[in-house]
């Protein structure tokens, strides 16, 4: 049974730091894409950056650009999320996601290309 569990998320002031975890379990994840989402009352959950099978490309959205980095290590089953420089508007409720797409090429930036997802970890940001 696969599960992804994430950690990390807490209250931090603006402009402050935070690294979000995500340990996966019940098979390897070094085959598949690692992406985090976040969602926010009321709304959708909006793509925030995802990372490659092979971890040699990355991608992030336009409002998360130059400000978080994500990452993986293999040898741990597990992807991170680093979030610097963090505004209010980047309070929210984050969740990673994994596929089920073999060594997929090409990265995926809506939720319905991923099939796994954990329980997902809060981040509040206060001005």
């Known amino acids: 049974q696969v599960h992804l569990v994430e950690s990390g998320g807490g209250l931090v002031q603006a402009g402050g730091s935070l690294r979000l975890s995500c340990a996966a379990s019940g098979r390897s994840f070094s085959d598949y894409t690692m992406a985090w989402f976040r969602q926010t009352p009321g709304k959708e959950q909006d793509f925030v950056a995802a990372?490659?099978?092979?971890?040699?490309?990355?991608y992030y959205a336009d409002a998360v650009k130059g400000r978080f980095t994500v990452s993986r290590d293999h040898a741990k089953n597990a992807a991170y999320l680093q979030m610097n420089s963090l505004e209010p508007e980047d309070t929210a409720v984050y969740y990673c996601a994994t596929d089920l797409a073999f060594r997929r090429s090409v990265i995926i930036s809506v939720r319905e290309g991923y099939d796994y997802w954990g329980q997902g970890t809060q981040v509040t940001v206060s001005s």
């Open positions: 990372i490659k099978w092979s971890g040699d490309r990355t």
